[in-house]
């Protein structure tokens, strides 16, 4: 499985930025999609994520209200849409899935956790 991030950027506090991610993999089946970000000298922090499927979503609070995350099912591939951004929102976005447990015929493919390799988002005060 492999995630591929992009969307990252700068922009002035107020403004607006959208984050995509998509997974490539075969036999993979998804079902979270998440977003977690991490500043300089702050631990990582879950940002959102969705259930694909029963599309139950959950958000950080400083986010609740600014973000919104979405997916695109037939394109294994996630939004994160960020409005009036704030300057501490700059960090550095990782996107994720959680995969289940998939049969190939007998053969049992354990799901797992994966992470793409982060985006840059800066915002100007």
């Known amino acids: 499985v492999r995630l591929v991030a992009s969307g990252g950027g700068s922009v002035q506090a107020g403004g607006s930025l959208r984050l995509s991610c998509t997974a490539y993999?075969?036999?993979?089946?998804?079902?979270?999609m998440g977003w977690t970000r991490q500043s300089p000298g702050n631990e990582r922090e879950l940002v959102a994520n969705?259930?694909?499927?029963?599309?139950?979503?959950n958000y950080a609070d400083s986010v609740k209200g600014r973000f919104i995350i979405s997916t695109n099912d037939a394109e294994n591939t996630m939004y994160l849409q960020m409005n009036s951004l704030k300057p501490e929102d700059a960090a550095i976005y990782y996107c994720y899935i959680v995969t289940s447990d998939v049969f190939i015929g007998r053969t049992l493919i354990r799901g797992g956790h994966y992470w793409g390799p982060g985006t840059q988002v800066t915002v100007s005060s």
């Open positions: 969705i259930t694909l499927g029963g599309r139950s979503t």
């Open positions: 993999g075969s036999h993979t089946k998804i079902k979270v």
